[in-house]
T-cell receptor, first 111, second 114 residues
Framework: SQKIEQNSEALNIQEGKTATLTCNYT??????LQWYRQDPGRGPVFLLL?????KEKRKERLKVTFDTTLKQSLFHITASQPADSATYLC??????????FGAGTRLFVKA | DGGITQSPKYLFRKEGQNVTLSCEQN?????MYWYRQDPGQGLRLIYY???????QKGDIAEGYSVSREKKESFPLTVTSAQKNPTAFYLC?????????????FGSGTRLTVV
């Protein structure tokens, strides 16, 4: 079955630095991969989707890469701000109208 | 503004009791989903519906039931058969059944067994 792994340890960075979060997957070749932001006690909010034929996608301060050979996606937040502090979820297309979600990585940006 | 409304935000259930979680969307999305979120785990799919009057079991459907009588509404009932119902429940919708344009989530319902 498909497995998706995100670093369970929280990432602590200083304001203004670039935050990089990792999503690794096994046993499948998804057609696309998504990233979401989730604040405590709230539902996830869709950020970006990248397809298997795309190497990189950008949206404002966000950048996502998708390496189908390494089976890995990297999520970057440049010029990070304390307001970027949240949990970030990776999700991949799991076939058969299903999407598999990772457990998320908590990001803390210190002022 | 379009979106998904879940209610209530907090719900307490007694042993042996059935409870129903509400989910309404005004996005005109065909597909709707129910997920369960537990600490340290990814979202797990309970049920999904691609169209009105049709729904399919997800990975952890036991002890849950749903209905899809209207496009806008997809309520979830947590029955007494669900032995460990304490969790954060999330309803979502998507423009297509594959979710390839992303999912819109509600704010969630936190269910606690007392």
């Amino acid at each position: 079955s498909q497995k998706i792994e995100q670093n369970s340890e929280a990432l602590n960075i200083q304001e203004g630095k670039t935050a990089t979060l990792t999503c690794n997957y096994t046993n499948y070749s998804p057609a696309y991969l998504q990233w979401y932001r989730q604040d405590p006690g709230r539902g996830p909010v869709f950020l970006l989707l990248i397809r298997e034929n795309e190497k990189e996608k950008r949206k404002e301060r966000l950048k996502v890469t998708f390496d189908t050979t390494l089976k890995q996606s990297l999520f970057h937040i440049t010029a990070s701000q304390p307001a970027d502090s949240a949990t970030y979820l990776c999700a991949l297309e799991g076939g058969g109208f299903k999407t598999i979600f990772g457990a998320g990585t908590r990001l803390f940006v210190k002022a | 503004d379009g979106g998904i409304t879940q209610s209530p935000k907090y719900l307490f259930r007694k042993e042996g009791q059935n409870v129903t979680l509400s989910c309404e969307q005004n996005l005109n999305h065909d597909a709707m989903y129910w997920y369960r979120q537990d600490p340290g785990q990814g979202l797990r799919l309970i049920y999904y519906s691609q169209i009105v009057n049709d729904f399919q079991k997800g990975d952890i459907a036991e002890g849950y039931s749903v209905s899809r009588e209207k496009k806008e509404s997809f309520p979830l009932t947590v029955t007494s058969a669900q032995k460990n119902p304490t969790a954060f429940y999330l309803c979502a919708s998507s423009r297509t059944a594959t979710g390839e344009y992303g999912y819109t989530f509600g704010s969630g319902t936190r269910l606690t067994v007392v």
